[in-house]
C-alpha cells in the first residue's frame, strides 16, 4: 500500500461521505496509486460508522477521546508507505490530496503540509481571531524556537511518511497533536514541504470540536514544554541581572542618570520582585527538564543532580541566614526601643540574596521529590 488517509471522525455524518468521495476523487486521477481510506472513529453516536463502510473505508475504533488520539491510532493502523491525515467536517480543500502526495512523493520528504494561510480562506471558514492571532502567533513562535520556515502550524491537513513519525514519538491526545507533530518533526531535522491550499466554512449545522481559548492555550503550553532551555536562560538573566542591580543600589544607593533617580528603594523592590520572578522561572525550567530529552547547561545539570547531603546542608545554611537576618532586625528594633527602623534598603538588599538562593532551593527540591519518584 503506497497511501494511506485516515479521517479522525467523531460524529461527522453530515460531511463523512462528502469527505470520503472529495479524497477518491483526488487520488483515482493518479492511475498506478493504490491508497486505502481509514475511518479512526472516536466514539460517534450517529451514523458515521455505517457510512464510512458504505463508502468503502475502513473504520478503526478508538476508545481513548481526543482529536490526536484518533489520529495516532489511525495513523498506526494504516498500512500505507505515506499517511495522509485531514478532518472530516468538510472543510479542507480535499480535491488538493494528490498534489499534497506528488509534492511529498517528490521531495522524498519526511511531512507535506497543505498550508491554509498561503491560500484561499473563504468568507466564514475561519475565525478573525484565529487567522490574524492564534495561528500566525504560534506559527511564529514555532519557527523561531525551532528553526522552522512554516507558514501554517494548525493545518489539519498534512501527509507524513510513517516510518519517520514511528520515530518521532508523538503522544498528545487533543488538539495539540498539530503542534507535537511539527514540533517533533523539527527536532528531527524532518524534511518538509508545504502546498497552497484553502479553506471553506463547516456547515453551518455542524457543531464544532474546537475550544479557541482551551485548545490554544493547549497548543502554547505544548510549544513552551518542548523548549525548556528558553526558561533556564531567561530565567538566569533575570537572577544575575537583578542580583547585579541590587549590590550596586546596595554599594552605592541612589543615583542620579539623566535626571533620573535610579537604584533607590523602590527601585530595590522592582528588582527584588524581577529576581523572585527569576527564580521562579529558572526553577521550573530545571523541572520541564526531567521530562524532555533537551539537555540543561552544566550548572543546572550540576544543581539538578546535586547529592541529597548537600542539598540538606544547603537548606540548613539558607535557614541560619534568615533567622540571623531576622534577629539583626529584631536587635536592632529594640535598640530603637521598638520605633521606626529605617534600615529598610539593607533588609531589602538582604531578602534579595537569601530568598532567591531559598526560592530555587526550595523549587530544587521539588526536582528531587520528582527524580525519586521516576526512579521508584
Not at 110 to 122: K, L, P, Q
Not at 167 to 194: C, D, N, P
Not at 337 to 347: A, H
Request: with cysteine.
Amino acid at each position: 500500500m503506497e497511501l494511506s488517509f485516515v479521517f479522525p471522525c467523531l460524529n461527522e455524518a453530515r460531511t463523512l461521505a462528502a469527505c470520503i468521495g472529495a479524497v477518491k476523487a483526488a487520488l483515482q486521477q493518479e492511475p498506478n496509486l493504490q491508497f486505502e481510506i481509514v475511518v479512526a472513529d472516536n466514539g460517534s453516536s450517529d451514523e458515521s460508522r455505517s457510512i464510512a463502510l458504505a463508502c468503502g473505508a475502513r473504520v478503526v475504533p478508538v476508545a481513548q477521546r481526543g482529536y490526536g488520539a484518533a489520529l495516532r491510532a489511525g495513523i498506526e493502523a494504516a498500512e500505507g508507505r505515506l499517511v495522509m491525515f485531514a478532518d472530516a467536517d468538510g472543510t479542507y480543500l480535499y480535491e488538493h490530496a494528490l498534489e499534497l502526495y506528488r509534492a511529498t512523493a517528490k521531495a522524498d520528504a519526511d511531512m507535506g503540509i497543505a498550508s491554509r494561510m498561503r491560500g484561499r480562506i473563504e468568507p466564514g471558514a475561519m475565525p478573525m481571531l484565529h487567522r490574524r492571532l492564534g495561528t500566525p502567533v504560534l506559527t511564529t513562535l514555532i519557527n523561531w524556537l525551532f528553526a522552522g520556515a512554516l507558514s501554517d502550524c494548525n493545518s489539519g491537513f498534512r501527509c507524513l511518511r510513517k516510518s519517520a513519525y514511528q520515530q518521532w514519538g508523538i503522544r498528545a491526545s487533543g488538539m495539540e497533536f498539530a503542534s507535537e507533530l511539527l514540533i517533533k518533526a523539527l527536532k528531527h531535522q524532518a524534511r518538509t514541504v508545504e502546498i497552497v491550499s484553502g479553506l471553506r466554512p463547516a456547515p453551518v449545522e455542524r457543531t464544532p470540536h474546537l475550544r479557541t481559548w482551551r485548545d490554544g492555550m493547549r497548543h502554547l503550553l505544548f510549544i513552551l514544554s518542548e523548549r525548556p532551555r528558553l526558561f533556564e536562560v531567561s530565567g538566569l538573566l533575570l537572577i544575575v541581572l537583578s542580583s547585579l542591580l541590587q549590590a550596586m543600589a546596595g554599594l552605592r544607593g541612589e543615583v542620579q542618570l539623566a535626571g533620573a533617580s535610579l537604584l533607590g528603594l523602590h527601585s530595590q523592590v522592582l528588582l527584588f520582585l524581577g529576581g523572585l520572578v527569576g527564580a521562579q522561572i529558572y526553577g521550573l525550567s530545571a523541572a520541564m527538564f526531567l521530562q524532555r530529552s533537551e539537555s540543561p547547561r552544566r550548572l543546572t545539570r550540576s544543581l539538578i543532580e546535586m547529592d541529597e547531603g548537600s542539598l540538606f546542608g544547603l537548606l540548613l545554611l539558607l535557614l541560619a541566614g534568615m533567622t540571623a537576618v531576622i534577629g539583626w532586625l529584631v536587635w536592632h528594633w529594640i535598640q530603637k526601643d521598638f520605633s521606626g527602623l529605617q534600615q529598610e534598603s539593607t533588609l531589602l538588599l538582604s531578602l534579595h540574596f537569601l530568598v532567591l538562593p531559598a526560592l530555587i532551593t526550595m523549587n530544587l527540591l521539588g526536582v528531587h521529590v520528582l527524580r525519586k519518584g521516576q526512579q521508584s
